[in-house]
């Protein structure tokens, strides 16, 4: 029992540490991500069951982005291994930049440094489309899928 009333008192020391600015701008951040996920993974084809889990629930959510990624199920183990996972889940983001299309350096920019916001717009946007899996395809899949992007913004 102790525990939890260190922990929820701690938890109200970090609030009440906040200034009101954040205490506005914090939920928002966080309802704008939430709807960024629900919209990304509706525009790739999951369930309403895996939507609704992937965007409650942070560890879900990445097994999520594997699999429309095409990774296999064993890669969310490499989360879990310090330093590692940080280069891992940046090459994970890419993975999934490519699969709707953005092969550019100015994508993968603008995915890092405003990535809630730029999720938020690949999910909303009418004119973004999800091209499939890239981690299992070959150069000359992807050469193509990289054509059909391109062709479809022309």
Do not use: Q
Request: proline residues 3%.
């Amino acid at each position: 029992m102790e525990i939890f009333t260190n922990t929820f008192a701690s938890i109200t020391d970090l609030i009440s540490n906040l200034s009101t600015g954040m205490l506005i701008v914090l939920p928002l951040l966080i309802l704008i991500g939430l709807v960024a996920k629900w919209r990304l993974f509706d525009k790739c084809g999951l369930s309403n069951r895996e939507i609704l889990l992937g965007t409650l629930l942070p560890v879900y959510d990445f097994y999520l982005t594997l699999k429309i990624v095409g990774r296999p199920k064993g890669h969310l183990g490499l989360l879990f291994i310090p330093l590692f996972n940080i280069f891992f889940v940046v090459k994970v983001l890419f993975e999934l930049l490519n699969s709707f299309g953005k092969f550019h350096i100015i994508d993968y920019t603008m995915a890092i440094l405003f990535s809630i916001l730029y999720f938020l717009n690949l999910g909303l946007a009418y004119n973004e489309v999800y091209y499939g899996t890239v981690y299992d395809k070959t150069d000359e899949e992807l050469a193509k899928m990289k054509a059909k992007a391109e062709r479809a913004l022309a």
